[in-house]
């Protein structure tokens, strides 16, 4: 992953990062429910991971990168189904911030799913 790609990529995961602790901010401030919490706090903590995995794929760790790109992609498809349910405990406000983090992780999906970065962290040894 060169240079300009990963401050994109990183700066995306340093975006849903700060979106998803505003998130817990205001769930504080309005006192979300049970749901809200647990979600936020998984998203905050998804994006603290994302973070570091850009860190290491940067460094060159194959798996490191299939995490990061696995997360990225698994993550939205997620989101649309809570944001899509309609009675699931999470408020209008909640399901909007899930909708931009959604496509946050998404467009940093495609960055990292490119084939050029891809090729980047080539299979060595074992399996073919």
Known sequence: MDNKLYGRVRALFGVVLAVSAA????????GGSPAVWVRG?????ISAVLLLLAGR???????????MRLMSTVAPVAIVVIVALPHDGFPVWMKAEQAVVGVLLALAAVMVGRKDVRRAYPRTGGRA
């Open 23 to 30: 998130t817990l901010a205001v769930a504080a401030l309005v």
């Open 41 to 45: 706090v998984i998203v905050v903590v």
């Open 57 to 67: 794929a940067f460094r060159g760790s194959r798996p490191a990168y299939l995490r």
